[in-house]
């Protein structure tokens, strides 16, 4: 695992050269071919021009040189890690068929916690990327969540023989990830806030939200990706330019989709193109039609029965509140109690932290 880990870290280290020094390669590339160019052309340019030009080539070329050294010895330095990490593949298969392999994997279960206990499936589409109504249920149940993974998590370290330090980290990463979901949650509710209701309260809150977010996104130290970079520097200065991005939002479109949908079904007997389209052309102009709307309001006003109960309101309105209290909280939380010494440590370090402590332990003895 931890041959995979440094392996693993070396590719990465391969991609960053390539994002800091790629572009810089390429254009020193492409200004080599333009004074071959030159260089070819002859009695078109001065001799001062072309020993200038030359000398600019032999200069280019060094240090193109230069770089290609410098990413064959990364590239070299990844294959040998490679190879490390091919024999330690082959050595883990060699204990898995002597010991077994472990056959109920920690992803699978939770998944299963995800859709069983807060109903949050994987979609069919989108690549299975929790996406929609799941992704706004996963981020404002957040910490119940993590809270649940962190229960099965645990669980599963004591029987295969967890560490301390490992049980312990994995409790700091559920929390983290539970309060970076539910400042997301509250930045991206704020964001959707409709232009009539915009105050300068609102413009300062999502600020924090955003400021917090990002916070607990790099306590992660997961990459800040274009849309978390427009979270952080961009969205908040739209929000209050613009006045509101709701109505920037497209719903309408998943509406129109719906509707769309809808429309099929009742016309899904009928062969005639024409005839199905002047039925779409139909009920569109009836559903927003005013005296139709007064018509159906009156109908329904003049109902025996009546709807007394609030329980759909009352429930509503728990669920909101109950929203804003779990967003406050989160964004109260003091983040400095997961940095310095006490900042999350990934596997390897684990792994080598617990290697060290038990030689540490069997040299005393």
Not at 102 to 121: A, G, M, N, T
Not at 315 to 324: D, G, L, W
Request: hydrophobic share 35%.
């Amino acid at each position: 695992m931890e041959t995979e880990h440094v392996h693993l870290e070396k590719k990465k280290e391969i991609t960053d050269w390539g994002f800091l020094n790629g572009g810089t390669l390429a254009n020193m590339l492409i200004a080599q071919g333009h004074l071959r160019e030159q260089l070819e052309v002859k009695g078109e340019i001065l001799v001062e021009d072309r020993t200038e030009a030359i000398a600019n080539e032999i200069s280019l070329k060094k240090e193109i040189m230069s770089f290609k050294k410098e990413l064959t010895v990364l590239k070299k330095a990844q294959e040998d890690l490679s190879a490390l990490n091919t024999v330690a593949k082959e050595e883990l298969k060699g204990l898995e068929k002597e010991l077994g392999k472990y056959s109920k994997p920690v992803w699978r279960e939770l998944e299963r916690i995800l859709e069983r206990e807060f109903d949050i499936k994987r979609p069919n589409y989108h690549g299975g990327d929790i996406c929609g109504n799941e992704a706004r249920r996963l981020m404002t149940t957040a910490m119940k969540v993590m809270l649940r993974f962190n229960q099965y998590l645990q669980v599963e370290l004591v029987e295969n023989g967890g560490t301390d330090r490992a049980r312990r980290e994995t409790k700091k990463q559920c929390e983290v990830v539970g309060n970076a979901l539910l400042n997301f949650d509250g930045f991206l509710s704020l964001l959707r806030t409709p232009h009539k209701d915009l105050t300068p309260a609102i413009f300062a809150q999502a600020r924090q939200y955003s400021k917090k977010a990002l916070e607990l996104w790099r306590i992660l130290e997961i990459k800040v990706t274009p849309k978390a970079h427009g979270v952080e520097d961009h969205a908040c200065d739209q929000l209050e330019f613009l006045m509101g991005l709701a109505d920037f939002c497209e719903d309408w479109v998943e509406r129109l989709h719906q509707l769309g949908l809808k429309n099929n079904r009742r016309t899904r007997t009928i062969s005639n193109k024409n005839r199905k389209y002047q039925l779409y052309t139909k009920w569109e102009q009836i559903s927003g039609n005013r005296q139709v709307q007064s018509i159906k309001r009156r109908i329904h006003s003049k109902r025996k029965r009546e709807l007394t109960t609030t329980r759909g309101s009352d429930t509503a309105y728990k669920i909101q509140s109950e929203k804003k209290y779990h967003r406050k909280e989160a964004l109260e939380v003091d983040t400095s109690q997961w940095m310095g010494e006490n900042a999350l440590l990934g596997p390897s370090i684990i792994l080598r932290q617990d290697a060290a402590e038990r030689s540490t332990l069997l040299a005393e003895q």
